[in-house]
């Protein structure tokens, strides 16, 4: 059964997420990989490490409408979401300092395979959106506000990564249903930055339409 998330170009180091310029907070570079003949396409570290294949897959016969708010009740978090994608240097359009962002180039949340919302950790006047990311526990609910409803998600993991080994194949597996996954910076910060991701893995509890 092949995925039917929109991954046609998921190129991704999400080594993320409090950046300011460069180095002291740590922010996430998403590199576009030179044109390739094969059909999958390449996820594609900027530190040069191993480059994990996603496959290809058409759209939805459906879309889903686009996300605009997000709800972490656990850890306090409600904010809107905005659309993120690739600047034309390859590299990750972030989203500000208190705010979050779905990455637009993948699914939406709801549709089938791996959404992903990303937001900083940390920033220059302290904590910041996923401050507590790392707080999360199996269970805890994410809602998603969207312009047909609200999706809710259920966490089933939170784990702690090295930013070189990021599971790709976790992130966005090749597979029919709705997940998604919150990441952000982890570990413990230095002065070259964070050493690791904070990746929480839920999947689709329920929908509720608008009313």
Sequence with gaps: MGIKARLTRIVAVIGMLAGLAAGTFGIVEL?????????????????????????????????????????????????????RGLKADGSLDTPDFGKAGWYRPGPR??????????????????????????????????????ADGVATFVVDDVDDVPKEHLPYDRIWPDTDEPLLRLITCGGKRTAAGYPDNTVVYAHLASTKPVS
Aim: hydrophobic share 40%.
């Design 31 to 83: 590199t576009q990989p030179e044109p390739v003949t094969a059909p999958p396409t390449t996820a594609v570290f900027a530190d040069n490490a191993p480059a994990p294949v996603v496959p290809a897959a058409p759209e939805p016969a459906v879309r889903v409408a686009v996300p605009t708010r997000l709800e972490v009740p656990a850890i306090g978090v409600d904010e809107k979401l905005s659309g």
């Design 109 to 146: 949340p709801g549709e089938p395979g791996g959404a992903v919302v990303v937001a900083h950790v940390h920033g220059p006047d302290g904590p910041d959106v996923f401050w507590d990311l790392a707080k999360l526990q199996p269970g805890d609910e994410i809602r998603i506000h969207r």
